[in-house]
């Protein structure tokens, strides 16, 4: 069992459409990161949380520590939002990854 | 400029050559790391630096070393490349005197015949 699991895998919404993204984890962390990879390939660093939420425009990131739980939501979603969004578990300086939810949002 | 760079972009190799990935940053930080990304795993850590005299195994360290030249440099070696070390790589740096965040490079595409 990977110590970092994303859901789902893949998916497509329509342009407006909510979207959750779901991270669990069956480690002890020091924070929660959640990044995103572009189609081109650049990964950039959305949010780093160890408890409660964090807002940043349309995207929302929420954790539940005692439930190991964290979620990635995105309102209004746009195509351009289109990308790979990975979780990874912060440890001791480290970072355990996610295999990533690939998502399309078409217009 | 970007703040991580990494050279070259894009690599075409044959089986047994000696291949170089290089990495620079100009963020200042004493953290730097070399991981490697395969369709449907997710990133995976190969070596991580801290300071300069400071180099540390990841996950899949066999069949690559590194060289920390500089705090800004940080370099990854396949001594005898092989076709299953086909993959994306990527260089990030981190500053552990602010929060964890890392800052990843533009990723070297490396495809090994």
């Known amino acids: 069992k990977n110590e970092v699991e994303q859901s789902p895998q893949n998916l497509t919404a329509q342009e407006g459409e909510f979207i959750t993204i779901n991270c669990s984890y069956s480690v002890g962390i020091s924070a929660l990161h959640w990044l995103q990879q572009h189609p081109g390939g650049g990964i950039v660093s959305l949010f780093m949380l160890s408890s409660g939420k964090k807002k940043h425009g349309r995207l929302i990131a929420t954790i539940n520590i005692q439930e190991k739980h964290s979620s990635l939501h995105i309102t209004a979603s746009h195509p351009r939002d289109s990308a790979v969004y990975i979780c990874?578990?912060?440890?001791?300086?480290?970072?355990?990854f996610g295999t990533g939810t690939r998502l399309q949002v078409f217009p | 400029d970007a703040d991580v760079t990494q050279t070259p972009r894009n690599r075409i190799t044959k089986t047994g050559k000696r291949i170089m990935l290089e990495c620079s940053q100009t963020k200042g930080h004493d953290r730097m790391y070399w991981y490697r990304q395969d369709p449907g795993l997710g990133l995976r850590l190969i070596y991580y630096?801290?300071?300069?005299?400071?180099?540390n195994k990841g996950e899949i360290s066999d069949g690559y070393s590194v060289s920390r030249q500089a705090q800004a440099k940080f370099s990854l070696s396949l001594e005898s490349a092989i076709p299953n070390q086909t993959a994306l790589y990527f260089c990030a740096t981190s500053d552990p005197s602010g929060t964890d965040e890392q800052f990843f490079g533009p990723g070297t595409r490396l495809t090994v015949l």
């Open positions: 990874a578990a912060g440890i001791t300086d480290k970072l355990i």
């Open positions: 630096s801290f300071d300069v005299k400071d180099i």
